[in-house]
């Protein structure tokens, strides 16, 4: 016997052949009930969608391109966010292209993709401006400060979420939190900076901030942490912006001879394993990658096939995880 068509799976699902295809495709108006049948009648043919032909029939490429930051494999937060678009693509029947950085597409070529999605672009990247110059859909995780508007957006209020953050070390105590903020010049970088500065100027604190590039090298985060803590004795209480840097602070802390949790409270503006395994374990806020990458892949989506209006802007709550860091 030949492979079983979509014309034999909404035979023997006793629908029509489009009904059969949205239903397996997950498109259109079809009821739970004959989605349930559709799929079993697929089920037991051994029927699987031919993406090739479909791709033909649709003049889609059947993938969507990711660019993230070069520092992906540093951060536990990146790699999540391109296991969440990944899971969501699989869930379409979409593959996943990886655009890295140096690909930058030249005049006349265009990835081969449907859309992007770009996961915490800086209008200074040249890959972001010429990916948002494709005229391909762009959703982008965090807000883009270039020239271009992009065709949706997914993102947090970090900065809100670092007020509550700053509130509780202001609670449990600390006079005068100090900042390690990231180099990158991204929406997510710069409304945690603008939001410490405003939060110390109305209490009369004088903001401490030391810049600390993505990725930078333990041993070195540890001389600088160090050397910033000696610099400025009156410091009570260190947020750190990046993914990863409050655990790698936690020996130049305690070789300024501060005990953090008692003396010396410390908290990063990303959570991850480093900080839930830390001794003590440190209070963050959970960024939520993986999660963030699914919306950010199922907004694409939506776009793409026109369920959405161009223009749509979500938010995506988060969570403040209070630690043995703080107190808590």
Known sequence: MGSATIVDVARAAGVSKTTASDALRGHGRVSEATRVAVAEAAASLGYTINRSARSLRTATTGAIGLYVPQVIFRSEYYLSFVYGVANEAAKAEYDVTLIMSGQLPSHGHLPNVDGIVLCDPVASDPVVRGLMATGLAVVTCERYNGDRVPNGVIWS????????????????????????????????????????????????????????????????????????????????????????????????????????????????????????????????????????????????????????????????????????????
């Open 157 to 328: 209020d970090h900065a809100a979420y670092l007020e509550q953050l700053l509130d509780e070390l202001a609670g449990a105590d600390a006079r005068h939190p100090a900042m390690l903020a990231s180099t990158t010049v991204s929406d997510w970088s710069i409304s945690l900076v603008q939001k410490y500065r405003s939060w110390c100027l109305a209490r009369g604190i004088e903001p401490v901030i030391r810049e600390v590039p993505f990725g930078t090298d333990p041993a070195a985060l540890q001389d600088t942490t160090l050397q910033f803590l000696q610099e400025n004795p009156t410091v009570d209480a260190l947020v750190c912006a990046a993914d990863g840097v409050a655990a790698a602070a936690i020996p130049a802390i305690r070789l300024h001879g501060r005990t953090i949790g008692e003396d010396f409270l410390l908290a990063s503006c990303v959570d991850g394993t480093s900080m839930r395994i830390a001794d003590p374990a440190i209070t963050a806020i959970d960024t939520k990658g993986g999660e963030a990458g699914s919306e950010c892949a199922r907004l694409l989506f939506e776009l793409l096939d026109g369920s959405t209006p161009e223009g749509t802007v979500r938010e995506m709550p988060l969570e403040l995880n209070q630690r043995a860091s703080t107190g808590a």
